[in-house]
């Protein structure tokens, strides 16, 4: 099971609709699958998702740093040796996605060469997730349109509302028009993406507390420490931290000083192992954890429903799975399904998906 290859394949698929949000937004998938290939001819497979705005990575970045640094460093090592790789790669300061695929692909593999899948590899806790769905930045009718359908089409009945306009009234009238939509019993939470000053999202927050938000998402930077700070200390519902806490130490930091109390765990930056760090730090501090989306396609999407589905603390809330439905194609043979609001669990060996070769071929952006 030794790794005898690590590949860094960029592929770009667009958007039918794109993304808009406060720190960015996204109009094609311009990712990057890596592949860890075992002597035995077993091959791992996860995405890496560069974003720019929030963790400087590109796409070239991603493949220069695993076709220079990664892969030479790892050939060689078994795919249980996930401790000893993890420490080469921590020798490069940085470049998260590009370490936290490479971990899953390693998973991935050992899951293959086992027979097992990576879900009850992982912990093996839930067969199935509810589904959360995040709504980017439109006016007011768009959005509430676009959640009833998919209500309607998919049975989802939770979402993220992507919030962090100034000034605060367009995203106030947003969040009405949805909960207007979708009734009382949808969920409905906040992402701010560091878009708001403290005093803009704590005023926010009063205007929507009739609504009833199940948390709120990084509305506010965190650098800036004592506003941080002191609109966690107000606020009536969960402050989850998501960028400010890309790290096990930097989720210890924001839950101590009390800047969070709650964590977005997301695979493609933490990958499985250190999101496993996240979760047990998490639950062994009292402080909650959600499954976030960093816009993953269908690959990094399974990704996160085998790490969400393996534990307890992050199995009971709807996880955000659905926004690869907004891009133009994906690579995987099989497509994922949102059934009832819900998706299952895969039980084919490893990640449970198969890479569409063709298509690849068709979208890799390296030929």
Same mark, same amino acid.
């Given at each position: 099971?030794?790794?005898?290859?690590?590949?860094?394949?960029?592929?770009?698929?667009?958007?039918?609709?794109?993304?808009?949000?406060?720190?960015?937004?996204?109009?094609?998938?311009?990712?990057?699958?890596?592949?860890?290939?075992?002597?035995?001819?077993?091959?791992?497979?996860?995405?890496?998702?560069?974003?720019?705005?929030?963790?400087?990575?590109? /796409?070239? #970045?991603?493949?220069?740093?695993? !076709?220079?640094?990664? =892969?030479? *460093?790892?050939?060689?090592?078994?795919?249980? &040796?996930?401790?000893?790789?993890?420490?080469?790669?921590?020798?490069?300061?940085?470049?998260?996605?590009?370490?936290?695929?490479?971990?899953?692909?390693?998973?991935?593999?050992?899951?293959?060469?086992?027979?097992?899948?990576?879900?009850?590899?992982?912990?093996?806790?839930?067969?199935?997730? /509810?589904? #959360?769905?995040?709504?980017?930045? !439109?006016?007011?009718? =768009?959005? *509430?349109?676009?959640?009833?359908?998919?209500? &309607?089409?998919?049975?989802?009945?939770?979402?993220?509302?992507?919030?962090?306009?100034?000034?605060?009234?367009?995203?106030?009238?947003?969040?009405?028009?949805?909960?207007?939509?979708?009734?009382?019993?949808?969920?409905?939470?906040?992402?701010?993406?560091?878009?708001?000053?403290?005093?803009?999202?704590?005023?926010?927050?009063?205007?929507?507390?009739d609504l009833g938000l199940s948390r709120v998402e990084e509305l506010c930077p965190a650098d800036d420490v004592l506003g941080r700070r002191w609109l966690v200390g107000q606020c009536p519902v969960p402050f989850v931290a998501d960028e400010s806490a890309p790290t096990p130490a930097d989720v210890t930091r924001e839950l101590l000083a009390g800047a969070a109390n709650a964590i977005s765990i997301k695979t493609a930056r933490t990958g499985f192992s250190d999101s496993l760090r996240v979760a047990h730090l998490a639950e062994g501090l009292g402080a909650e954890v959600v499954i976030g989306n960093q816009i993953d396609g269908q690959v990094g999407t399974a990704c996160s429903l085998a790490f969400g589905a393996s534990q307890r603390t992050t199995a009971n809330k709807a996880a955000e799975l659905s926004n690869y439905l907004d891009m133009a194609d994906d690579l995987l043979t099989e497509p994922l399904r949102i059934t009832d609001g819900a998706m299952t669990v895969l039980h084919g060996p490893g990640l449970g998906i198969e890479i569409d070769r063709k298509k690849l071929d068709y979208y890799r952006t390296d030929r």
């Open positions: 099971m030794r790794i005898i290859d690590v590949r860094a394949i960029p592929f770009a698929i667009p958007y039918r609709k794109p993304l808009h949000f406060a720190s960015g937004h996204i109009e094609v998938a311009d990712n990057v699958l890596v592949e860890v290939e075992t002597e035995d001819g077993i091959v791992g497979v996860a995405e890496a998702p560069p974003r720019p705005y929030t963790y400087g990575e590109t /796409q070239a #970045s991603i493949v220069a740093v695993i !076709d220079s640094l990664f =892969a030479p *460093a790892i050939r060689g090592a078994s795919i249980l &040796d996930r401790e000893p790789v993890r420490a080469k790669l921590a020798r490069t300061v940085g470049n998260p996605t590009a370490k936290a695929a490479i971990d899953m692909a390693m998973w991935d593999a050992w899951g293959k060469a086992v027979g097992q899948p990576v879900h009850r590899l992982l912990g093996g806790y839930a067969q199935r997730l /509810q589904v #959360s769905h995040m709504l980017g930045f !439109d006016d007011p009718a =768009a959005m *509430a349109d676009e959640a009833i359908r998919m209500r &309607d089409e998919f049975g989802i009945d939770s979402f993220k509302v992507k919030v962090g306009r100034l000034p605060i009234d367009r995203d106030i009238a947003v969040c009405r028009a949805i909960r207007n939509a979708v009734g009382d019993d949808a969920e409905l939470y906040l992402d701010g993406n560091r878009g708001w000053p403290a005093s803009e999202a704590a005023r926010a927050v009063r205007e929507l507390a």
